[in-house]
Protein backbone atom coordinates (compact mmCIF):
# COMPACT_ATOMS: atom_id res chain seq x y z
CA UNK A 1 0.00 0.00 0.00
CA UNK A 2 2.70 2.54 -0.28
CA UNK A 3 1.52 4.10 -2.97
CA UNK A 4 -1.69 4.84 -1.41
CA UNK A 5 -2.10 8.23 0.25
CA UNK A 6 -5.62 8.69 2.04
CA UNK A 7 -6.30 12.63 3.21
CA UNK A 8 -10.12 13.40 4.78
CA UNK A 9 -12.14 16.19 5.20
CA UNK A 10 -13.22 18.15 8.27
CA UNK A 11 -16.25 15.62 8.25
CA UNK A 12 -14.47 12.58 7.70
CA UNK A 13 -11.41 12.76 9.82
CA UNK A 14 -12.51 10.44 12.68
CA UNK A 15 -13.76 7.79 9.63
CA UNK A 16 -10.62 8.10 8.33
CA UNK A 17 -8.30 6.98 10.88
CA UNK A 18 -10.08 4.02 11.76
CA UNK A 19 -9.69 3.26 7.98
CA UNK A 20 -6.10 3.92 8.16
CA UNK A 21 -5.62 2.08 11.04
CA UNK A 22 -7.33 -0.86 9.21
CA UNK A 23 -5.08 -0.19 6.60
CA UNK A 24 -1.93 0.19 8.05
CA UNK A 25 -1.04 3.65 6.17
CA UNK A 26 -0.90 6.95 7.75
CA UNK A 27 -3.42 9.46 7.37
CA UNK A 28 -2.00 12.15 5.26
CA UNK A 29 -1.88 15.95 6.43
CA UNK A 30 -4.16 18.59 5.11
CA UNK A 31 -4.90 22.46 5.39
CA UNK A 32 -7.99 23.84 4.99
CA UNK A 33 -8.33 27.70 5.17
CA UNK A 34 -10.95 30.02 5.58
CA UNK A 35 -10.05 34.01 3.98
CA UNK A 36 -11.63 36.30 5.36
CA UNK A 37 -14.15 36.48 2.49
CA UNK A 38 -15.65 33.15 3.37
CA UNK A 39 -13.95 31.00 1.19
CA UNK A 40 -11.84 28.09 1.34
CA UNK A 41 -8.49 26.43 0.19
CA UNK A 42 -7.04 23.48 0.68
CA UNK A 43 -4.01 21.76 0.42
CA UNK A 44 -2.83 18.44 0.49
CA UNK A 45 0.26 18.06 2.48
CA UNK A 46 2.14 14.80 1.40
CA UNK A 47 3.13 14.26 -2.35
CA UNK A 48 0.52 12.82 -4.55
CA UNK A 49 2.15 12.46 -7.81
CA UNK A 50 1.18 9.08 -9.40
CA UNK A 51 -0.16 7.89 -6.19
CA UNK A 52 -3.61 6.00 -5.44
CA UNK A 53 -4.86 8.59 -3.31
CA UNK A 54 -8.73 8.74 -1.67
CA UNK A 55 -10.09 11.85 0.03
CA UNK A 56 -12.43 10.73 2.90
CA UNK A 57 -15.72 12.98 3.28
CA UNK A 58 -18.71 12.22 3.99
CA UNK A 59 -21.74 14.87 2.25
CA UNK A 60 -23.56 15.46 5.66
CA UNK A 61 -24.38 18.75 7.95
CA UNK A 62 -22.68 21.39 6.84
CA UNK A 63 -23.80 19.43 3.79
CA UNK A 64 -22.81 22.60 1.33
CA UNK A 65 -19.78 23.03 3.34
CA UNK A 66 -18.60 19.34 3.58
CA UNK A 67 -19.33 19.20 -0.28
CA UNK A 68 -17.02 22.15 -1.59
CA UNK A 69 -14.08 20.74 0.91
CA UNK A 70 -14.29 17.93 -1.19
CA UNK A 71 -14.25 19.57 -4.45
CA UNK A 72 -11.71 21.52 -3.72
CA UNK A 73 -9.70 18.35 -2.44
CA UNK A 74 -10.26 16.27 -5.24
CA UNK A 75 -8.99 19.88 -7.67
CA UNK A 76 -5.88 19.58 -5.10
CA UNK A 77 -5.10 15.82 -5.84
CA UNK A 78 -5.58 16.58 -9.73
CA UNK A 79 -3.52 19.61 -9.64
CA UNK A 80 -0.90 17.29 -7.85
CA UNK A 81 -0.52 14.78 -10.28
CA UNK A 82 -2.59 11.75 -8.74
CA UNK A 83 -2.61 8.73 -10.89
CA UNK A 84 -5.99 8.16 -9.40
CA UNK A 85 -8.92 9.65 -6.99
CA UNK A 86 -11.27 8.57 -5.11
CA UNK A 87 -13.79 9.93 -3.77
CA UNK A 88 -15.08 8.13 -0.17
CA UNK A 89 -18.16 9.25 0.72
CA UNK A 90 -19.93 7.02 3.78
CA UNK A 91 -22.67 9.12 3.35
CA UNK A 92 -23.78 11.25 0.37
CA UNK A 93 -27.11 13.59 1.64
CA UNK A 94 -27.92 14.53 -1.85
CA UNK A 95 -29.26 11.08 -2.70
CA UNK A 96 -32.45 12.13 -1.38
CA UNK A 97 -32.51 14.70 -4.36
CA UNK A 98 -33.17 11.91 -7.07
CA UNK A 99 -36.41 12.35 -8.95
CA UNK A 100 -38.20 15.44 -10.69
CA UNK A 101 -41.44 15.15 -8.50
CA UNK A 102 -42.48 18.80 -8.51
CA UNK A 103 -42.31 21.54 -11.45
CA UNK A 104 -39.27 23.05 -12.35
CA UNK A 105 -37.25 21.30 -9.05
CA UNK A 106 -33.85 20.44 -8.76
CA UNK A 107 -31.87 16.98 -9.03
CA UNK A 108 -29.19 17.93 -6.36
CA UNK A 109 -28.17 13.92 -6.34
CA UNK A 110 -27.37 14.38 -10.63
CA UNK A 111 -25.80 17.57 -10.39
CA UNK A 112 -23.49 16.72 -7.48
CA UNK A 113 -22.31 13.85 -9.29
CA UNK A 114 -21.21 15.81 -12.68
CA UNK A 115 -19.43 17.98 -10.01
CA UNK A 116 -17.55 15.27 -8.61
CA UNK A 117 -16.73 13.92 -12.04
CA UNK A 118 -16.05 17.67 -13.71
CA UNK A 119 -13.56 18.55 -10.39
CA UNK A 120 -11.62 15.26 -11.43
CA UNK A 121 -12.94 12.10 -9.60
CA UNK A 122 -12.28 8.94 -11.32
CA UNK A 123 -13.82 6.85 -8.94
CA UNK A 124 -16.67 6.47 -6.17
CA UNK A 125 -16.96 4.63 -3.22
CA UNK A 126 -20.02 5.04 -0.82
CA UNK A 127 -22.63 3.52 0.98
CA UNK A 128 -26.28 2.89 0.93
CA UNK A 129 -27.51 5.71 -1.61
CA UNK A 130 -31.22 6.43 -0.64
CA UNK A 131 -32.56 5.11 -4.03
CA UNK A 132 -31.30 2.59 -6.48
CA UNK A 133 -31.56 4.98 -9.60
CA UNK A 134 -28.56 7.56 -7.58
CA UNK A 135 -25.96 5.14 -8.41
CA UNK A 136 -26.61 5.19 -11.97
CA UNK A 137 -26.04 9.32 -11.75
CA UNK A 138 -22.45 8.57 -11.38
CA UNK A 139 -20.51 8.03 -14.85
CA UNK A 140 -17.35 6.92 -13.17
CA UNK A 141 -16.60 3.58 -11.64
CA UNK A 142 -19.33 3.63 -8.28
CA UNK A 143 -18.85 0.95 -5.43
CA UNK A 144 -21.93 1.34 -3.35
CA UNK A 145 -21.09 -1.14 0.02
CA UNK A 146 -23.90 -1.69 2.88
CA UNK A 147 -24.05 -2.20 6.14
CA UNK A 148 -26.60 -5.51 6.09
CA UNK A 149 -23.65 -7.98 7.35
CA UNK A 150 -22.50 -5.65 10.12
CA UNK A 151 -25.99 -4.78 11.51
CA UNK A 152 -26.87 -8.66 11.16
CA UNK A 153 -23.58 -9.19 13.18
CA UNK A 154 -25.14 -7.02 15.96
CA UNK A 155 -28.35 -9.26 16.51
CA UNK A 156 -26.96 -12.91 15.46
CA UNK A 157 -26.03 -13.47 19.27
CA UNK A 158 -29.35 -12.67 20.80
CA UNK A 159 -32.50 -14.42 20.77
CA UNK A 160 -34.67 -14.32 17.79
CA UNK A 161 -37.08 -16.86 18.54
CA UNK A 162 -39.83 -13.84 18.11
CA UNK A 163 -38.26 -11.69 16.24
CA UNK A 164 -39.12 -10.08 12.94
CA UNK A 165 -37.34 -7.22 10.62
CA UNK A 166 -40.04 -4.36 9.53
CA UNK A 167 -39.70 -2.04 6.45
CA UNK A 168 -41.21 1.09 6.83
CA UNK A 169 -41.69 1.39 3.30
CA UNK A 170 -41.94 -1.07 0.45
CA UNK A 171 -39.00 0.84 -1.39
CA UNK A 172 -36.93 -0.56 1.55
CA UNK A 173 -38.33 -3.99 1.53
CA UNK A 174 -36.00 -5.83 -0.76
CA UNK A 175 -33.23 -4.84 1.56
CA UNK A 176 -35.28 -5.57 4.78
CA UNK A 177 -35.19 -8.98 2.96
CA UNK A 178 -31.84 -9.19 2.53
CA UNK A 179 -31.27 -8.21 6.01
CA UNK A 180 -34.01 -11.11 7.25
CA UNK A 181 -32.49 -13.43 5.49
CA UNK A 182 -29.30 -13.02 7.55
CA UNK A 183 -30.91 -13.05 10.32
CA UNK A 184 -33.15 -16.00 9.57
CA UNK A 185 -36.47 -14.87 10.85
CA UNK A 186 -39.40 -13.49 8.82
CA UNK A 187 -39.63 -10.01 7.35
CA UNK A 188 -43.02 -7.59 7.23
CA UNK A 189 -43.04 -3.85 5.65
CA UNK A 190 -45.34 -1.12 5.79
CA UNK A 191 -46.75 1.17 2.83
CA UNK A 192 -45.81 4.60 3.52
CA UNK A 193 -46.99 8.21 2.20
CA UNK A 194 -45.16 11.15 2.73
CA UNK A 195 -46.59 14.65 2.45
CA UNK A 196 -45.19 17.95 2.40
CA UNK A 197 -42.47 18.52 4.62
CA UNK A 198 -42.15 15.59 7.61
CA UNK A 199 -45.65 14.96 8.11
CA UNK A 200 -45.51 10.73 6.77
CA UNK A 201 -48.54 8.83 7.16
CA UNK A 202 -48.08 4.68 6.90
CA UNK A 203 -51.44 3.16 5.57
CA UNK A 204 -51.21 -0.63 5.86
CA UNK A 205 -48.97 -3.47 7.36
CA UNK A 206 -48.19 -6.66 5.38
CA UNK A 207 -47.06 -9.90 7.39
CA UNK A 208 -47.43 -10.49 11.38
CA UNK A 209 -45.86 -8.50 13.82
CA UNK A 210 -48.09 -9.35 16.40
CA UNK A 211 -46.80 -10.25 20.11
CA UNK A 212 -43.05 -10.38 18.13
CA UNK A 213 -39.81 -8.29 18.89
CA UNK A 214 -39.64 -6.32 16.05
CA UNK A 215 -36.56 -5.13 14.06
CA UNK A 216 -37.19 -1.73 11.93
CA UNK A 217 -34.52 -1.81 9.11
CA UNK A 218 -34.46 1.55 7.35
CA UNK A 219 -31.25 3.02 5.36
CA UNK A 220 -31.71 6.81 7.24
CA UNK A 221 -33.29 8.14 9.57
CA UNK A 222 -33.14 12.17 9.68
CA UNK A 223 -36.04 13.73 11.70
CA UNK A 224 -37.67 10.70 12.74
CA UNK A 225 -40.92 11.24 10.87
CA UNK A 226 -41.06 7.79 9.34
CA UNK A 227 -39.90 6.16 12.43
CA UNK A 228 -42.35 7.29 14.85
CA UNK A 229 -45.39 6.51 12.56
CA UNK A 230 -44.34 2.70 12.63
CA UNK A 231 -44.08 3.06 16.34
CA UNK A 232 -47.42 4.40 16.30
CA UNK A 233 -48.57 1.33 13.60
CA UNK A 234 -46.91 -1.38 15.51
CA UNK A 235 -48.13 -0.73 19.22
CA UNK A 236 -51.69 -0.44 17.53
CA UNK A 237 -50.94 -4.41 15.74
CA UNK A 238 -49.74 -5.52 19.51
CA UNK A 239 -45.51 -6.00 18.84
CA UNK A 240 -43.98 -6.93 21.82
CA UNK A 241 -40.74 -4.83 21.44
CA UNK A 242 -38.83 -2.58 18.68
CA UNK A 243 -35.55 -1.92 17.87
CA UNK A 244 -34.65 0.69 15.10
CA UNK A 245 -31.99 -0.36 12.79
CA UNK A 246 -30.45 2.33 9.98
CA UNK A 247 -26.85 2.64 7.95
CA UNK A 248 -27.15 6.52 8.21
CA UNK A 249 -28.19 7.97 11.89
CA UNK A 250 -28.45 11.71 11.15
CA UNK A 251 -30.85 12.08 13.85
CA UNK A 252 -31.84 16.03 13.02
CA UNK A 253 -33.59 17.97 15.73
CA UNK A 254 -32.96 15.65 18.63
CA UNK A 255 -34.47 12.67 16.85
CA UNK A 256 -32.42 9.89 18.71
CA UNK A 257 -33.70 11.43 21.74
CA UNK A 258 -37.30 11.57 20.83
CA UNK A 259 -37.53 7.93 18.99
CA UNK A 260 -35.77 6.41 22.59
CA UNK A 261 -38.43 7.85 24.80
CA UNK A 262 -40.87 5.62 22.89
CA UNK A 263 -41.44 2.77 25.90
CA UNK A 264 -41.28 0.05 23.15
CA UNK A 265 -38.01 1.12 21.85
CA UNK A 266 -35.31 -1.37 23.27
CA UNK A 267 -32.30 -0.05 21.43
CA UNK A 268 -30.95 2.30 18.00
CA UNK A 269 -28.31 1.05 16.12
CA UNK A 270 -26.47 3.31 13.87
CA UNK A 271 -23.25 2.81 11.65
CA UNK A 272 -20.71 5.45 11.83
CA UNK A 273 -20.74 6.85 8.36
CA UNK A 274 -22.12 10.01 9.86
CA UNK A 275 -20.04 12.10 12.38
CA UNK A 276 -21.91 11.51 16.04
CA UNK A 277 -22.41 14.61 17.42
CA UNK A 278 -22.44 13.41 21.60
CA UNK A 279 -25.52 10.42 20.44
CA UNK A 280 -22.61 8.34 21.98
CA UNK A 281 -24.36 9.25 25.44
CA UNK A 282 -27.67 8.14 25.05
CA UNK A 283 -28.00 4.06 26.51
CA UNK A 284 -29.93 2.90 23.89
CA UNK A 285 -28.08 4.20 20.97
CA UNK A 286 -25.23 1.40 19.57
CA UNK A 287 -22.66 2.57 16.81
CA UNK A 288 -21.69 0.47 14.88
CA UNK A 289 -18.33 1.17 12.85
CA UNK A 290 -17.84 0.63 9.22
CA UNK A 291 -15.07 1.99 8.36
CA UNK A 292 -13.61 -1.91 8.09
CA UNK A 293 -15.61 -2.95 5.37
CA UNK A 294 -14.64 0.69 3.76
CA UNK A 295 -10.83 -0.02 4.36
CA UNK A 296 -11.19 -3.40 2.97
CA UNK A 297 -12.73 -1.73 -0.61
CA UNK A 298 -10.04 0.37 -0.25
CA UNK A 299 -7.48 -1.90 -0.55
CA UNK A 300 -9.26 -4.35 -3.08
CA UNK A 301 -9.41 -1.34 -5.36
CA UNK A 302 -5.21 -0.37 -5.52
CA UNK A 303 -4.78 -4.26 -5.50
CA UNK A 304 -7.43 -5.03 -8.52
CA UNK A 305 -9.03 -7.50 -6.84
CA UNK A 306 -13.41 -7.52 -6.67
CA UNK A 307 -15.55 -5.32 -4.87
CA UNK A 308 -18.83 -7.46 -5.51
CA UNK A 309 -18.76 -9.61 -2.42
CA UNK A 310 -18.40 -6.41 -0.04
CA UNK A 311 -21.66 -4.82 -1.32
CA UNK A 312 -23.72 -7.84 -1.82
CA UNK A 313 -26.43 -7.97 0.36
CA UNK A 314 -26.74 -11.96 0.24
CA UNK A 315 -23.26 -12.68 0.77
CA UNK A 316 -22.19 -13.98 4.85
Known amino acids: ?29 INIQRFANDCLQVQLLENCRERDVYLVQPVVRPAQESLMELLLMVDAAKGASAARITAVMPHFAYARSDKKDAPRISVGGRLVADLLETAGVNRILTMTLHAPQVHAFFRVPTDQLNALRELAAHFLPSDLSKATVVSPDLGNAKSASAFAKMLGIPVAAAAKERFDGDRVEITSLIGDVTGRDIIVLDDEIANGSTILAILELLREH ?13 FANDAAHRIAADPDVVEIVTTNTVPSTGLLAHDKLTVISVAPAFAEAVRRIHSGESVSALFDPTHV
Open 238 to 250: GARSVRIVCTHGI
Open 1 to 29: MAEVRVFAGTGGQRFAREMCADLDVPLSP
